[in-house]
């Protein structure tokens, strides 16, 4: 059966960018065509990125709130069963100060990784939905590549953000596992055995603007804030019992999978594992 999509998966700093780019240099190579939606990616087929959603009320007290946005509004805005799909981070890039930032900053409260968990699982799962039906209608022979968007993206809301059971995120996963399975997907797991040492680095690494974000986010609410954690060191331990649930959530996962430790971050250690798991 046709590879037609390859998932990469793991904590901040283990290294989804670089294998994500790695493994599509592979494939090029061996002649496949390839297309690669890494994280931030605001076309991404699959998952929403800097996207909102508004009921058709709401959509209609916020062009009203806002009468010099309303040809931008209306524009840009899909409708979407009930309501509309509002791509503010887009419509922000196109046009500029003509969409204020108050505006962009209001609409991102109604963000659909700021809604309420079930009402993002249901968006979501229609997303990868329609992805998976597209590809199969469209009868491509290319290979989708996806950086973190299957398994971080529901934890990241169901555990970080709004502490749901286990049982409530292990669901999301496999659900979408269903969804997926007529792709053939391969999953690649990256693995980093000292979540401390991993997580320094990306401190080190990325602006702070980045690492105070992430701090908040990983201990004022959800998961975070129900165990009292704080800081760096609070924010290490929410990316272990995230690690514990992504263990045993891939364990759990019958798609073709393979754990790739990139504890040593050896850059041709991981391209020769690479070939070998692309190869078959």
């Avoid at 990256?190 to 201990?219: C, N």
Wanted: glycine share 6%; aromatic share 10%; net charge negative.
């Amino acid at each position: 059966m046709t590879r037609q999509l390859i998932l990469i998966e793991g904590l901040p700093g283990s290294g989804k960018s670089t294998i994500a780019k790695m493994v599509s240099e592979i494939l090029i190579e061996q002649g496949k065509k390839v297309q690669l939606f890494q994280e931030g990616n605001l076309d991404h087929p699959a998952d929403y990125e800097g996207v909102a959603f508004y009921s058709a009320e709401e959509f209609r007290s916020l062009v009203d709130a806002h009468e010099a946005c309303i040809h931008i509004l209306e524009s840009r805005a899909t409708a979407h069963q009930d309501g509309f799909l509002i791509p503010y981070r887009k419509m922000k890039e196109e046009f500029g100060e003509s969409f204020p930032d108050h505006v962009v900053q209001e609409i991102f409260s109604k963000d659909i990784y700021e809604l309420p968990f079930e009402q993002n699982v249901k968006l979501i799962t229609e997303k990868w939905r329609s992805f998976t039906e597209g590809v199969i209608s469209a009868a491509d022979d290319s290979i989708t590549i996806f950086e973190c968007c299957f398994i971080q993206n529901p934890l990241t809301i169901g555990l970080v953000k709004t502490n749901q059971s286990r049982e409530e995120n292990v669901k999301y996963v496999l659900d979408l596992e269903r969804i997926v399975q007529p792709l053939n997907p391969l999953l690649i797991y990256i693995h980093q055995q000292d979540l401390a040492h991993t997580f320094d680095k990306a401190i080190q690494e990325r602006p702070k603007e980045w690492s105070d974000g992430f701090v908040q986010y990983y201990t004022n609410q959800g998961w975070g804030l129900a165990e009292g954690y704080h800081g760096v060191q609070g924010t290490v331990k929410v990316l272990q019992a995230r690690k514990e649930l992504e263990t045993e959530i891939y364990q759990l996962l019958k798609i073709d999978k393979h754990w790739l430790d990139n504890s040593e971050y050896n850059r041709p250690a991981c391209q020769e594992e690479l070939e070998k798991i692309l190869k078959g």
